[in-house]
């Protein structure tokens, strides 16, 4: 007899947008519970409920209370929560609805961002015992102080995985409107190929850089507690891609490209080359809470003066560009260019850590397209390269056919 | 100095239809608190939501759950609460939501209907007595199988009610997008004026049998606990209508007119004259859950047959055709005539009691107009006349003179 498996399966608000939508993830869960399997679901709010209550919020106030937005934000889980359940029921599978206050799922007293510090899976499992299947709504706890938290947008991911690990899952589903993660975005790259198996880091770089699957949080919670993630399709029946360590051992070199067009370069030209200039610069930013990504720096031929370049989230460069201003008499800056044009460029693999060849291989192929590089970033697993925006389509699809994706 | 007051303070959907609104709302809340009284506010969803929610609801089971629909539906109340907070500390007044389950208002577990067990006022009155203005999600409670239950459509009149009966509150506002309580509806009759007072009676009476501005529910719970009651307008600072019993020696006769267009009439002929043949009929309606509401029987002139002429909810008229259809052979009846093209219209007044010749005023009045009588119905204030709906207008402009009300 096949063993039966405890499975967490997350759905997200484009596989939630519609009526249809719900019914359709109802009948995978029902296929799963047919098999024998036991369930868990993890729901966030429809379509784009989350979005228009944000703006309603955004039209009362900006200086605001996070306690109340969070009770706000969270009533769009409460509603797919219970819509969920109701269209399992009606489909004969036995289901309740969950909220984080009723698991409960518990949070510090950090609203808007809370972290989870225990989930209480007494009832959960009762529950299941007795053949239900919890519908818990994603995204939110409560606080010690008995008030509704919600852990950040895209938590509803991180929901998942850690009621995979309270309960010790066999795997955890996150159903999404795409058919796995793909070597490069599809509408970019016409031959990107759905990726069979990438390792925790590997899916960690992409979604830290770009891939919109996956929460990096719940990435790495996945991975602190071994837990094999899936992402799958909502609609379809097909092998989506599998995330865990298994692979490890695999001789790979790239296994996706990813992209972000979300940054922004700031140079600062003319900078006397004495200590402590950098470290006033960073500091000042990090005061601000500007989160700086890659820097640069080159020194003049002279040795007196260095040329400074790093990137910000582009959200943040108006704030950036402020904040240098501020200290600019102090540093004796000479010139200040800020560039939205730019776009960040990583490709991702486990094999690049034991083959030096890569990153050469990158370099040369952007350089025969005539693409400049701004920026360098690298880490174990990832090399990253600053552009014009421009070049981005070609850069992407010439590195795509250089490590054999398609 | 002037002795400050517990005022509760609730407001329905349509005060709340947009952000102008729940300003608005928050600044009629701020007024009372610059006055130095302590508010509590119960604040409904925002504009059509609970009907939106319920909508998708209907087209995911017909066959459905009820503890689901109230964690689906309640969510409009959540938000509401969240979003009335954030805009009451936008404009400095201190203010925290509260969920039903926060407070907590205790239920039974009759979801969708559910009945207020009791309300646990140690945390509203701490937060109270630090100057904060709690914000309460009406319609609402928790049960005590720790799910959300709603207390039915409208509820959140009887929340407010139920509130202000616990806290011993000075007053009870129901906010609407109305003045107050009109003699009769003034889109209808344009004279209609603004009742200053009207006892719990003369409310439950016009609140029953169309009156709009108030839950029934909440008009007896205001009554037994002698809650002073206003409903007053959301947007304008002008007097409402007071609902209390310091009125209720006052000589008055007819203090308004309601009327509703949800009935329908039955009328069936030619029924053998035998015991027993009525309470077949009614038994048979009751089974199905179906109220009726007015009735009359003749008999014809031989003493062999009678006619029954009764009214049900329009919305049940099919349900209650197929009722009589089926213990048609058994009761032996002719001919089953239904009608919807009625209209029920009611006088309501406390002077009615002691003064018979109200009701002669009312039918000679129609009469004058050659408007025809189906039905009669009286309690002790009120008279309820079953007409064509196309006399409707006509006749409630007549007996709106008739009475001098204008």
Redesign the interface.
Known sequence: MKKKLLIIKKFGGTSLSN?EK??KAAKLIKKEVLLGNKVVVVVSALGKTTDK?QS??N???F???A??????L???E??S???M???L??INVKA??F?G??VPILTNTSYGKAKILDIDSKILKKEINKGITPVIAGFQGVSNE???STIGRGGSDTTAVAIASKLFADRCDIHTDVEGVYTADPRWVRKAKKIDKLTYDEMLEMASVGAQVLEPRSVSLAKNNNIILWVKSSFKNVQGTKIDDSTKLEKRNVSGIVFSKNDSKITLLGIPDKPGVAAKIFGSLANEDINVDMIVQNISSDGKYSDLTFTVPQTDLFKAKKCINRIKDDIKVKNILPDSNVAKISIVGIGMRSNAGIAEDMFKALGKQKINIDLISTSEIKISVLISRRNLKKAINVLHKTYNLG
Chains 1, 2 share one sequence.
């Open positions: 009526i719900i019914k209550l309603l919020i039209k009362i106030s200086n605001s209370s306690e109340e937005i969070d009770t706000i969270s009533s769009g409460q509603a929560s219970g819509l359940a109701l269209a029921k009606n309740r609805s909220l206050w009723q008995f008030r509704i």
